[in-house]
């Protein structure tokens, strides 16, 4: 079963994601921002992280620049309201695989997930 770490600050959104996540199939992890999704990551083996910009204390552009400088290499989906394509290439120049925009379509989400963890274990695979 694939584990994925939600980093959202909105407890109510958060929850959302995981119960759709969970009744898809997937294992699912909470952070309420990038500080805690970073601690989280120390122990707990992610497949996959989905991450809003916009957090307190570590936000979501510096969670994926560091978990990139760290040397993983799990695919991250942003979820964010932050609409402009400025805010959209900074997401990607940092680490990024994909990105939406609040607010989101929860099948979507779900299709994005297992085309990103798919593409993930193929890469795996080849190494």
Do not use: C, W
């Amino acid at each position: 079963m694939f584990r994925i770490l939600v980093a959202e600050d909105d407890r109510e959104l958060r929850q959302l994601f995981r119960r759709v996540l969970e009744n898809s199939g997937y294992e699912v992890a909470e952070a309420a921002d990038g500080q805690e999704a970073l601690d989280l990551l120390e122990s707990t083996y992610i497949d996959l992280i989905i991450s809003d910009i916009m957090m307190p204390r570590v936000d979501g552009f510096e969670l994926v620049r560091s978990v990139r400088q760290a040397g993983m290499h799990m695919p991250v989906l942003m979820i964010t309201a932050r609409d402009a394509f400025q805010d959209m290439q900074r997401g990607f120049v940092s680490g990024t695989d994909d990105y939406m925009v609040k607010p989101v379509n929860v099948n979507e989400m779900v299709l994005r997930v297992g085309a990103l963890l798919r593409r993930a274990q193929m890469i795996n695979e080849r190494r």
